[in-house]
């Protein structure tokens, strides 16, 4: 069955023209009954009809040209010193937080590195226009010339040389991982809960500031992955990421993945937690060449194709 959107619907240009088309029934109906305003008027009529003919005809040339220029392959800002330092400002006020004041990445990827891949500038505006679904990247709001004035500032960080190639082993990364990591990482709809899902993890976290994240977890907590012991009445002590907590009651993901809820009441203390529940990979625990291996697999975890242009 065809869904009710799918049915068929005239192709844009169609419906541009048939309003001239439309007028210049009206026009020729016109002609054969010279009573109109417009031919009473004389050859002034004439002339006026013959103006807006014209410009009906050139109306859908003139919007062809519009879309164009909407998405030009170029951005038209490139090099323009002015809107660089426009971009500038408005990069810091809106991406800096997600992608680091230098554009190299925190949340999301570098994206001084973006033209190495060969992506043209429309594709990376469509990107930025309408962010990436089951991401955090954003639709900008921005007008299309910010948007143009921010990737032209993004482009003069671009590096002219590759960064070299990572030299890991990806197999031996993953064999890692499930060992390491799979616990408390859910990869593809495996693994563990405690930890954030890392099925995208490849696109969205630079190797260096995942050599962070994994020497140093608790460098940046993530939000939402709060850790805190709780202390029961008879004594226990729960470790645990915060789900949930209000007033009254608390809930944790304990570190056997277990959801746990406890009135408040109940519980003799709450300890807030400095340190992430994930351990620091330490060299100790985890050699230079395995972290390697490591950050090579990672970076092949890029989920499902994004919404890109
Ligand atoms: C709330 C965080 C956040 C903000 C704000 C944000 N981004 Fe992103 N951005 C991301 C994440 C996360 C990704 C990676 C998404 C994925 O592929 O999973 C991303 C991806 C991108 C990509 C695609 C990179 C690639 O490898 O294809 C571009 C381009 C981009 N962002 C540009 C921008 C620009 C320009 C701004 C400011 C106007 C911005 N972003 C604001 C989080 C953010
Ligand atoms: C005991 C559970 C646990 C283990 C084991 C664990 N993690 Fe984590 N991980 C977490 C939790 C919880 C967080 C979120 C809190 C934080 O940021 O430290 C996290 C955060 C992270 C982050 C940063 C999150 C982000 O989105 O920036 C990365 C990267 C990461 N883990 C990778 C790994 C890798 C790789 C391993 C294996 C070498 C691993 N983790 C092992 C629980 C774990």
Known sequence: MIPSRCRTRKPDTEALGS???????AAA???????????RRGGNGRKLRNTMRK???LLPVLTVSAVLAQTPTKN???GD???????????ELTCAECHGIDAKGVFGPDLTTLWLTGTTDDRIFQTVRRGIQGSSMPA???????????????????PNVPPPKRTGNAENGEKIFAARCGACHQVNGRGGYLG???TRIGSSRPPEVLARDIRNASAVIVPGYRSVTLVTSDGRRVRGVVKNEDAFSIQVMDTQNKLQGYLK???????????????DFAPAQLPEQDLNDLLQYLGTLRGAAPARG
């Open 19 to 25: 309003p001239s088309y439309r007028h210049r029934k």
């Open 29 to 39: 109906r016109a002609e054969g009954k010279p009573k109109t305003l417009l031919d």
């Open 55 to 57: 410009a009906l005809l």
């Open 76 to 78: 038209p800002r490139d």
């Open 81 to 91: 010193a002015a809107a660089i330092q426009g971009g500038k400002l408005r990069f």
């Open 140 to 158: 900008s709001r921005l007008p299309d010339d910010d948007v143009w004035s921010v990737l032209a500032y993004v482009k003069t960080l671009a």
């Open 196 to 198: 954030p899902d890392r």
């Open 265 to 279: 009441s109940s519980l003799k203390e709450v300890v807030a937690e400095p340190k992430s529940v994930m351990p």
